[in-house]
């Protein structure tokens, strides 16, 4: 499962695959470069202690190392013999210093190429996160704590960036350098070589065992992380309720004890990762120690296939191997702390959308009824409708009241298909209302919900998002119609007034009448209105009821209230009792014939005494 949440990470390289072909290129341009300056040490050394090996005939074709190696010496020896050690020596350092300058040119080609790698995958992730947080069910997201979705949109991500995205680098760059440099000791001494091959995998294991471990490290990290997020997000919603208790130690209290498990877990995470790095060198150095204690005695030896000033080169070739095999270790490293991150954040983007598009292609046209056959829906194995059944004309004002609990916003739900009922059906005019096209059900249909919300921005952008064809006259018309426009007038940028973080600057009544400015712009044929009153004082309340007149003209209207005064003149109202229309008539016939609505009657208008 983890191997194939990084294989998914990795796919998202596909896009990008021109810009890591070259990132691959000029890094194995720059490690070929580096090569070529630490090799000059052989020859270096042969001609300052004159022992180099003299070439004298220039090989007549160029077609392997050992004559590029040949042609190289020959041009060394001819200065030798027509100038003199130290012009020898002059071209040698020459040849190291233009071997650097490219080499490092190189390397920074390499990261150019890298950067657009590296910071439009993550791009491409956070944007892919958030479309499926607008596709998948409501349901989907209930499950989940919102504090924990968070966690996993800002600090998995970056988790991902710093410790995958950052490593990619070096897996690019390191495997072309340790190949290259392997081939280079090959040609220096076959059987030393073979010697590092088979200590490398032994070091290998070592490294793996704990790679496991702080993988299973990074996964309870990452989940506590969300758990902290909760409990803050928890906190900023509650504050008012938290104050008004006085339980500010005691909530405090709850978050220290999950902060400092998280503390605690961290500590050992980064006690192992750190460990990596020592651990690496260190085994990089037993293997290190071993080949001189070998090679040496090969030099010692005087039939020995290298020579001493190679057996140097060897040594210096092979300690740039340590530094690529440790960075290596060190990205194995987090590339498994990076995993469990990448594995929570796939968790969200493997969710199921909402609906199959393919079968739901239609969209909604010549309006003549809404109808609820023998409706059935479950939440969390709790029953909310049991069979429910009415039907709604064109141009009916039909009103639906019950008791708490009774089923009645979940109806407005599943119209504007947030859930999918368990069975029964639901028909548009004759067709199933699965059968339509998502966007266009909520384009038809309008809400006016009892909590009202509004995004963090201007009072006309929040009205402007119902009709994004709009113009400005538009949404000044809406905001008239709503009776927000007086109140709007008064405020210091008036409709360039930032609401704040769920309109929090703006009362309850105002949100609640840019919510119906928002919805008059729409201009739905079918209005729902989900207890649009029921939090508002007095006066907001009168002014909404005259906002809600405005938008309830010459519209099919579906009104879930306890405000039962507001109903009187509704041509039908329903009575919803645990999950079944139980009654159904008008507001005078229901008063006389119906228990439960002369009840509710009876419990509104009568005031409450203690």
Known sequence: ???????????????????????????????????????????????????????????????????????????????????????????????????????????????????????????????????????IPIKSIKKRKKGDLLSRISNDLIEIEWSIMSTLEMLFKDPITIIIFLIALLTLSFKLTLLVIIMFPIVGFIIGYIGKQLQKDSDKVQNQMGKIMSKADETLSGIRTIKSLNISKHIHSIFSIESKKYRQLMNSLLRKKDLSSPMSEFLSTIVLVIVLLIGGTMVLNTKSEILAQEFIGFVLIFSQLIPPAKSLTSSFYSIKKGNAASKRVFEIINLKDEVNVKDSKKKIKNFDYLEFKDVHFSHDNNKVLNGTSFRINKGENIAIVGYSGSGKTTICDLINRLYNFDSGEIYINQEKLSKYEISSIREFFGSVDQVPFLFNDTIFNNIFLGNLNAKDNDVIKAAKDSYSYNFIKKLPKKFNFNVGDKGNNLSQGEKQRICIARTLIQNPEFLILDEATSSLDADSTEYVNLAIQNIMKDRTCLIITHNLNTIKNCDKILILDKGKIVDSGTHDKLLKNSEIYSNLFEKFTKPSVK
Do not use: W
């Not at 949440?5 to 580096?34: P, T």
């Not at 300052?48 to 077609?63: A, C, D, H, K, M």
């Not at 050690?85 to 190429?113: D, P």
């Open 1 to 135: 499962c983890r191997v194939k949440s990084l294989l998914k990470f990795l796919s998202y390289l596909k896009v990008y695959k021109a810009y890591c072909l070259l990132n691959v290129f000029f890094n194995a341009l720059s490690s070929i470069f580096s090569l070529v300056s630490f090799t000059m040490i052989i020859p270096f050394l042969g001609v300052l202690f004159g022992t180099q090996e003299r070439v004298v005939n220039p090989p007549e074709i160029i077609n392997s190392i050992e004559s590029f190696k040949n042609l190289f010496y020959y041009q060394i020896s001819h200065t030798i013999e027509s100038s003199g050690s130290a012009k020898a020596l002059i071209l040698i350092c020459s040849v190291i210093l233009i071997s650097f300058l490219f080499r490092n040119l190189f390397r920074y080609l390499a990261l150019y190429f890298m950067v657009p790698i590296r910071n439009g995958v993550i791009n491409d992730i956070r944007v892919v996160i958030n479309k499926k947080l607008l596709s």
